[in-house]
């Protein structure tokens, strides 16, 4: 098996007049967990569709764990798990009932096994028998995220699995979601919640229809501001930047007692740097490392795409 | 098969603990078979000739009332109890074929539609027999065995058909329910009619009927199935 998760080509889907999708190209490498990030509406429920083999894309190709979508879908269903956007579970059975279901219709060997270890370890053993319509929205989502994996899928696709809980369920969920990630499960992540992906992702791709950017999301950041260092110092000292002359530096922005200097190579060309600020006088208080949240790309890049749209 | 099978038994699960389904798989048959013993009883001894007929042939309806309105509340009631539920979606992501998920919910509505109307008619005869003194006149002739065993499979399958159909569109179960009892009227319909009539029901009639039932269900078992694929269910019911 290739060691490609998900391959899509020009992906595109219509809704009558509506472009959901449009011309989505992507490779995401087996067993790393790929945050799909875009504003509401635009589209990331679709792909997850038609990646999932539930709806089919209007034109372009996918291969999805090593099958052609189209041809090979009922192989696909096999071998991806889903979490759609509402848990969609049946509230009138208990919740070991709601996974025995799926659990049977996955085909999985020993299904009352396999359901009684995912509510281990996802502690709702103590609520095995309540119906499923007794839970909490974090209890819910948990199930909904066992029913997704009853079959040991090689790709989750995770439809916001976080949006509607508090930070307190939130947390357990995103700590969930860490566990399930394996060398060869790959988890696909649809998320409005950034600091979630910044921390959980190793890969994010910025969608609005198009894709707007694609890469891990410290690379990501890296090409768009480049690295900075912020220096606080004592007193304000006029004239300071102008008497650096120092070739790498490549801009230098100032806030009262703050500079904020970008560099290429930080790591080599921080010490050169403090030393001559030091050689010149200036009081060096702290020296940090400016770190920019994926939400301030996030917002920036989206911003620029819908200026050039 | 193993699918439609587990298919089958959520449904039946979950129907068990719905008490309009319930209500309606219970006291309906009751009724229905509480009647028809009236009904024979009443018309033993009765000599004017039609109408002891007349009695007969409304016993017989009431047994095939039965069939096309039970998979009414189940099958409007599981459709669209998945929608509300958001479930739907869940369970097209499985290997599921659509014809699987089509058929589990088809017989998970025909299948106890059945088995209630001849369990009711086995009732009945078992409560009639002492009370007229033998099995009731007309009652094990071929036209009434063709009916119950013949007609009542069909007009479940038109009536199934139907409210697949119906609820397909609907959001509301008792308003999917409400139209689809309207819908299936014009399947029953003739049976009403004919039953105050004064003559017997004949082999004929049953066969018309019956023909008329295998066309009207496969045109709606045709849409209903077309109805029922992912792409639809995913982007175009409401
Ligand atoms: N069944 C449908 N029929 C018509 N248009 C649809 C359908 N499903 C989605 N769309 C349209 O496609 C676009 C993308 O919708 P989609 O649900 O994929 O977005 P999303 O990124 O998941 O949004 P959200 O963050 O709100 O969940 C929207 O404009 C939506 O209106
Ligand atoms: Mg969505």
């Not at chain 1, 919640?193 to 959980?200: F, H, I, P, Y």
């Amino acid at each position: 098996m290739s060691n490609i998760a998900i391959c899509a080509k020009n992906l595109t889907r219509d809704f009558d007049t509506v472009r959901a999708v449009d011309s989505l190209s992507l490779e995401i490498p087996q067993g790393i967990v790929f945050g799909f990030l875009g504003p509401n509406g635009a589209g990331k429920t679709t792909t997850i569709r038609m990646l999932a083999a539930l709806i089919a894309p209007s034109s372009g190709e996918a291969t999805v764990a090593g099958l052609h979508l189209g041809r090979e879908n009922r192989a696909i269903r096999q071998h991806v798990g889903v979490l759609t956007e509402t848990p969609g579970l049946y509230k009138r059975l208990s919740a070991i009932d709601n996974l025995l279901f799926f659990a049977k219709l996955y085909g999985v060997p020993e299904p009352r096994k396999q359901a009684e270890r995912y509510l281990q370890l996802f502690e709702l053993w103590d609520r095995r028998d309540d119906l499923a319509g007794s839970f909490s929205k974090g209890m819910r989502q948990k199930l909904a995220i066992a029913r997704a994996m009853l079959h040991e899928p090689q790709i989750l696709f995770l439809d916001e699995p976080t949006a509607s809980l508090d930070p307190e369920a939130a947390k357990v969920v995103r700590d969930l979601i860490e566990t399930l990630r394996t060398k060869e499960r790959t988890i696909f992540l649809c998320t409005h919640n950034l600091d979630e992906a910044d921390r959980l992702c190793d890969r994010v791709a910025l969608f609005n229809t198009r894709l707007v950017a694609i890469g891990p999301p410290q690379e990501l950041k890296e090409r768009l501001y480049g690295r900075r260092t912020v220096i606080h110092l004592a007193d304000p000292h006029p004239g300071l930047e102008d008497a650096l002359k120092l070739s790498f530096i490549k801009k230098i922005e100032r806030l009262d007692n703050t500079l904020v200097v970008s560099l290429s190579d930080p790591e080599r060309e921080n010490p050169i740097l403090v030393s001559r600020l030091v050689e010149l006088g200036a009081k060096v208080q702290f020296v940090n490392e400016l770190r920019v949240s994926l939400e301030d790309l996030y917002l920036d890049l989206m911003e620029e795409n819908n200026a050039s749209t | 098969m193993h699918r439609l099978n587990v298919i089958l038994l959520k449904e039946w699960r979950e129907s068990l603990r719905n008490k309009m389904i319930l209500f309606g798989a219970i006291f309906l048959p009751l009724f229905m078979v509480g009647a028809a013993v009236v009904m024979v009883y009443q018309g033993r001894g009765i000599d004017v000739p039609g109408a002891q007929i007349a009695l007969f042939n409304t016993a017989l309806m009431y047994f095939l009332i039965l069939p096309a309105v039970i998979p009414l509340a189940i099958a409007a009631y599981s459709i669209i109890g998945e929608k509300e539920q958001g479930s739907l979606e869940p369970l097209l992501a499985t290997p599921i074929s659509d014809l699987e998920l089509f058929l589990g919910k088809a017989l998970a509505s025909v299948i106890p539609a059945l088995i209630l109307t001849w369990g009711s008619f086995g009732l009945f005869l078992g409560l009639s027999i002492p009370l007229v003194g033998g099995i009731p006149p007309h009652v094990l002739t071929p036209p009434w065995i063709a009916a119950i065993f013949g007609l009542a499979p069909l007009l479940s399958l038109f009536s199934v058909g139907v409210t697949m159909l119906v609820s397909s569109r609907a959001s509301d179960a008792r308003a999917a329910y409400q139209v689809s009892s309207l819908a299936i009227l014009p399947g029953i319909v003739p049976l009403i009619i004919y039953s105050s009539k004064k003559t017997l029901v004949s082999l004929f009639l049953v066969g018309l009927e019956g023909a008329v039932l295998i066309v009207a269900s496969i045109i709606v078992l045709y849409f209903a199935i077309k109805v029922f694929r992912r792409e639809q269910i995913l982007t175009r019911w409401k």
